[in-house]
């Protein structure tokens, strides 16, 4: 059995352990029979007894069986964690590729392909990913992203203020930047990632952090450095907002076994961004729908509340060439 089907098999066993719900309507069976045996000819009360015996029977068998569920289930974590080990190791080959002219190149084809689809639809996840997004760019504030590629999702960022972006090639740092016009560019703060890391960012200032398909490339402890960096950079009550690979669901497991993307389980990504100190916010899991790949993003925030003094942006609405 390989890690996907480990995955899937342990996700099934958990959304299924859960008998509350078949509990309760059980027990409105048997009440059901027990008002029928007070208030009707004792000619039904036979029957209504068998039933009532019936359904307790059943409601025993649940409630002995669900033991070895959860016994299967602890096993079953057990094995996964032994057969994720590999994935936590210092040189990652996974993560090396976001440094590679030739992957990044033909990510980004990718990409274009699924956006294309994605955009056309309403119901996308990128559509919405776009609504969260909204919610945080402001002009009150400074935003950032992190491995901003061709600059298709930077152009939903320009309400912040001032934009900065990060990326490993200044070749997408210029893409990314010269689709908007020539008065709004030197307004943009460029910087190259180097040593996986963003020098000379300032502290404390930035109210969002997003990323797109950045995260899914890198080990959980280069996640871990960057998450790190994130609470530095973040102003209190600031989010960071990022898509990963969650490999809780069979899909991620899979990605990660086959060495596409990294290996980053929600279940322990979320402890681990708390032990820093950022809160978890809000996460969507994409993964049943059907004509795009499966997506997953997750929020974290610094404590605090978001203050500002600014009351007025400096330039009006920046808007690319082509629109």
């Known amino acids: ?103 990044l190149t033909q990510n980004l084809r990718t990409l274009r392909h699924w956006r294309n689809i994605r955009m056309d639809r309403d119901d996308s996840p990128d559509k919405h990913m776009l609504g969260v997004i909204q919610k945080h760019v402001t002009y009150q504030y400074p935003v950032l992203e992190i491995g901003c590629r061709d600059g298709e999702w930077t152009k939903f960022l320009v309400a912040g203020d001032p934009l900065y972006l990060a990326e490993y090639t200044e070749e997408f740092l210029h893409n990314a930047v010269h689709q908007f016009t020539r008065q709004y560019v030197p307004r943009v703060r460029q910087y190259q990632i180097k040593n996986d890391t963003i020098e000379n960012l300032p502290v404390n200032q930035f109210n969002f952090i997003f990323s797109y398909n950045f995260f899914n490339y890198l080990s959980f402890d280069s996640i871990k450095e960057w998450m790190r960096s994130a609470h530095e950079w973040l102003r209190p009550g600031g989010v960071i907002m990022f898509t990963y690979n969650n490999a809780d669901f069979g899909y991620g497991a899979g990605m990660a076994e086959s060495g596409t993307q990294s290996y980053c389980p929600m279940s322990l990504l979320v402890p681990m961004c708390e032990s820093i100190g950022l809160e978890y916010h809000d996460h969507k899991d994409y993964v049943e729908d059907v004509g795009y790949t499966p997506l997953s993003w997750i929020q974290f925030k610094k404590p605090g509340e978001l203050t500002t003094i600014k009351w007025a942006q400096a330039m009006g609405e920046i808007k690319p060439y082509n629109t």
């Open 1 to 103: 059995m390989n890690l996907v089907d480990l995955v899937n098999f342990r996700n099934t066993l958990q959304d299924g352990i859960d008998l509350q719900p078949l509990r309760e309507e059980i027990d409105k069976i048997i009440s059901h029979h027990v008002d029928n045996i007070a208030n009707v000819d004792p000619e039904f009360a036979e029957s209504s007894n068998a039933t009532i015996e019936h359904f307790q029977t059943i409601k025993n068998q649940l409630e002995l069986h669900q033991p070895k569920i959860v016994d299967t289930i602890n096993n079953l974590n057990q094995e996964i964690r032994h057969r994720t080990q590999k994935f936590f190791t210092s040189n990652y080959t996974v993560e090396r590729q976001l440094q590679d002219d030739e992957f």
